[in-house]
């Protein structure tokens, strides 16, 4: 069993849908971050969070640390909101600083 | 200000020979951390540099080795190339050892022919 489990793998919406992408981690933490891939490689770092709740444009990130599980939210979701997803957790046991990820969630938004 | 960058872009090698890839920090970043990212899978932590020593390491053998030179750059080498290492090598940066926001450089494609 992964650290770090994702659902879903892939998801297909509408335009203007809202969108939610889960992740549970199977560790204790001091940080789970939701990342950003486009096609290509490169990687963004979209939120960093270890209670409550961050919001940033249309994109909302939260954590329930009792029930180890957080979740992406895209409201009004654009095709330019297509890429691959990616949770990560960080700061487990003596981890510091480095990144464990979960599989990715894979995001296409349709016109 | 530049943000993390890693060359080569793409690199082709056959079975056997030896690879070195190369990470520029962001600036004002001391931590340097790698990881293996093979096709449809989420990366995999491969070692982290701090202070230019190796500070953790993840499941990788021995082939795998890196360094950090006093500019807080960084180089991954990996020896013996297998088929299996084919993958995108990503650096990320970040500063310290806490748990920290960590950005990532636009990777190194290597195929292993």
């Known amino acids: 069993k992964n650290e770090v489990e994702q659902s879903p793998q892939n998801l297909t919406a509408q335009e203007g849908e809202f969108i939610t992408i889960n992740c549970s981690y199977s560790?204790?933490?001091?940080?789970l971050h939701w990342l950003q891939q486009h096609p290509g490689g490169g990687i963004v770092s979209l939120f960093m969070?270890?209670?409550g709740k961050k919001k940033h444009g249309r994109l909302i990130a939260t954590i329930n640390i009792q029930e180890k599980h957080s979740s992406l939210h895209i409201t009004a979701s654009h095709p330019r909101d297509s890429a691959v997803y990616i949770c990560a957790v960080s700061g487990w046991e003596t981890s510091g600083s480095r990144l464990t990820f979960g599989e990715g969630t894979q995001l296409t938004v349709n016109p | 200000d530049a943000g993390v960058t890693q060359s080569p872009t793409h690199l082709i090698k056959t079975r056997g020979q030896q690879v070195t890839l190369r990470c520029s920090p962001k600036s004002g970043h001391d931590t340097v951390s790698w990881y293996q990212q093979a096709l449809g899978q989420g990366p995999q932590f491969i070692f982290q540099?701090?202070?230019?020593?190796?500070?953790q390491r993840g499941n990788f053998p021995d082939r795998f080795s890196g360094h950090q030179f006093p500019n807080y750059s960084s180089e991954l080498n990996v020896n013996a190339l297998l088929l299996g290492d084919s993958a995108l090598y990503l650096c990320?940066?970040?500063?310290?050892?806490?748990?920290?926001?960590?950005?990532f450089g636009p990777g190194t494609r290597l195929t292993v022919l």
């Open positions: 540099y701090y202070e230019e020593e190796e500070r």
């Open positions: 969070l270890s209670s």
């Open positions: 990320a940066s970040s500063v310290g050892l806490a748990a920290d926001t960590q950005y």
């Open positions: 560790v204790g933490i001091s940080a």
